[in-house]
C-alpha cells in the first residue's frame, strides 16, 4: 500500500514537471539599458569655483624682466646648478609640438624643450645636462615655491598676479586665446559657445577667460590640454579654448576632426619661471635668452610650430 502511494505522488511530480517543461516560456523582461557614456578624465570638473584675478599691483608691467647678467658669481643660484651637474626643469609631456613625448623613442620634445635645453647648454656645456620633471599647469607655482625645479618651461603666461610668488624670464614667446572644435561644428568662436561646454587646464588663464566671456560658456576643468583634446574628441565638450600655440598642437594630432576658429582674443606672453628669491638666476636666463634669439629660437620655431601657426620671429625682450 505504502509503495503504491510513493508511486502515485512520483508519477503526479514528474507529470507536473513533464506539463511545465513543455509549455511555452515566460518572456524575461531584459534589463533597462541607456546610453553608454564616455568616461571622463581622472579630475575633470564640470563649472568648477574659478578664482578670481587677485589684487595686484596696477602699476606692474608684466612683460618687463630684470636686466641680463651672464656671470657666475661663487655662491650663486647658478653655481650651486653646477656643482649639482645638471639642471631640473619643470615641463609639459602633453602638448604636442611645444613638450612632448616622442612615443617611438620617449624622449621629450617641442619648442619648450629646445629652451630648456639652451639654458642647459649655456650653464653646463651640455642640453643633455637636465633632468625634465613632468608637471600638470596647476602644479607649476607648487614647483617652483617648494623648490622642486630650478626653472619651469611650460607655456607659462606671465601675470601680474603670477609675478606675486614668482619671478619670470623675460617674454620668449607671444600667443594668444582662440577655439578648437570639431571639424563639422557651426562655431565660429567664443561668441557660440553661450551655455555650451568649454575645456581648459585647471588654473590657467585660459579657464578663466572663458568664464569671464558673455555669452558665458560652462567651463571644464582638466589637468592636462591631452584631456581637453580627448573630450572634444567624445563629444564631452563643444571646445577647447586655449592660446593658438596649444591648439594647433591639439590640431596636429587630428587635422581631420578639428579645427581652429575666431581671432585671438587674448595677447599671452609666455616666460621662463624661476623661484621667487632667485633673481641672479632670473638675470643669467635672460642672458642666455638674449642669444637664443639670435638663431636657436627661429630654428626651434620653423621645426614645429612653422608648418601650422606661420612665419614668426622671437619678441623682443623687455629690462625694468
Known sequence: ????????????????????????????????????????????????????????????????????????????????????????????????????????TGELNGFDIDIAREIARALLGDPDAIRFRAISSADRIDALSNGDVDIVVRT??????????????????????????????????????????VCATRESTSLRAIAAHEPRPIPVAVDDWADCLVLLQQGQVAAVSTDDTILAGMRAQDRQSTKIVGERFTTEYYGIGIPKG??????????????VRDGAWQDSYDTWLREDLGDASPPQPSYR
Open 1 to 104: 500500500m505504502r509503495t503504491t502511494r510513493v508511486s502515485a505522488i512520483l508519477a503526479a511530480s514528474l507529470a507536473v514537471v513533464l506539463t511545465a517543461c513543455s509549455g511555452p516560456a515566460e518572456p524575461v523582461d531584459p534589463a533597462p539599458v541607456g546610453s553608454a557614456q564616455w568616461p571622463m578624465p581622472a579630475g575633470t570638473e564640470i563649472d568648477p569655483e574659478i578664482a578670481d584675478g587677485g589684487n595686484a599691483d596696477s602699476d606692474c608691467d608684466p612683460t618687463a624682466s630684470l636686466s641680463p647678467s651672464a656671470r657666475i658669481p661663487d655662491g650663486s643660484t647658478m653655481a650651486e646648478i653646477r656643482e649639482r651637474g645638471y639642471l631640473i626643469a619643470g615641463v609639459d609631456q602633453n602638448t604636442f609640438l611645444f613638450g612632448f613625448s616622442d612615443p617611438d
Open 156 to 197: 607659462f603666461s606671465i601675470t601680474c598676479e603670477r609675478l606675486e610668488e614668482i619671478n619670470f624670464s623675460s617674454v620668449y614667446y607671444v600667443a594668444g586665446q582662440r577655439v578648437l572644435v570639431n571639424a563639422d561644428a557651426n562655431i565660429n568662436g567664443m561668441d557660440g559657445l553661450g551655455g555650451r561646454r
Open 278 to 291: 632667485d633673481e641672479d638666476m632670473v638675470r643669467y636666463v635672460n642672458a642666455v635668452l638674449e642669444d
